[in-house]
């Protein structure tokens, strides 16, 4: 997988898909090399733990949802930028972290996961999807796979399966 300069501060960046909605550059310090999300279903609760998505752009904060919870969606830089440019396929590469809330929006009860592996494909089978309820490092996933088709049947409505960001 290509590995991504990450710049260091603040930065706005305008997604333009779908409603523009903005998201800000999180600050960080981690180092670039734990930015990418491993291939291997089994090292990414780990790999959650140890928070290295943080330092990706991502929503300005956590937003209610209908799912009575809370979430707050990372984009790696791969996957933000080809949203910033509209594009209507995401390069391989492409990943995004939605952590999941309680309905208090503060305390983090898990993550869904996405990382595109390879083309598409028509059922999102290029995709591996992801979810995890509990944040410890051994926490294990309810879902761990390529074109799981409960995370796809929603997905399929996105641009290249990735939903417009609701504001947050
Ligand atoms: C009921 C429809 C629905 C289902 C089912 C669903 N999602 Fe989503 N997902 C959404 C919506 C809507 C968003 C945008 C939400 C936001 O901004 O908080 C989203 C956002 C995401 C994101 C952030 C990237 C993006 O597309 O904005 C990830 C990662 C994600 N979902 C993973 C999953 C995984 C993994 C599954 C299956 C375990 C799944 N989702 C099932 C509706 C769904």
């Known amino acids: 997988m290509r590995r991504l300069a990450l710049a260091l501060g603040l930065a706005a960046l305008a997604c333009d898909v779908a409603g523009a909605e903005v998201v800000a550059r999180a600050e960080t310090s981690q180092p670039v090399e734990s930015a990418a999300v491993p291939a291997d279903p089994a090292a990414i609760g780990r790999w959650l733990h140890a928070s290295a998505y943080r330092s990706w752009p991502a929503q300005s904060g956590v937003h209610a949802t209908s799912e009575h919870g809370g979430a707050r969606v990372f984009f790696n830089e791969a996957l933000a930028a080809s949203m910033r440019a509209g594009a209507g396929e995401h390069p ?3 990943a995004a972290v939605r952590e999941l809330y309680e309905a208090d929006l503060v305390t983090l009860r898990g993550f869904a996961v996405m990382l595109k592996l390879r083309p598409s494909g028509p059922g ?11 944040t410890g490092a051994d926490a294990k996933p309810l879902v761990a796979g390529t074109g799981e088709r409960g995370c796809v049947a929603c997905h399929d409505a996105g641009f290249d399966f990735v939903h417009p960001p609701e504001p947050g």
């Open 124 to 134: 999102g089978e290029g995709w591996l999807w992801y979810e995890q309820y509990g």
């Open 92 to 94: 391989v590469g492409s």
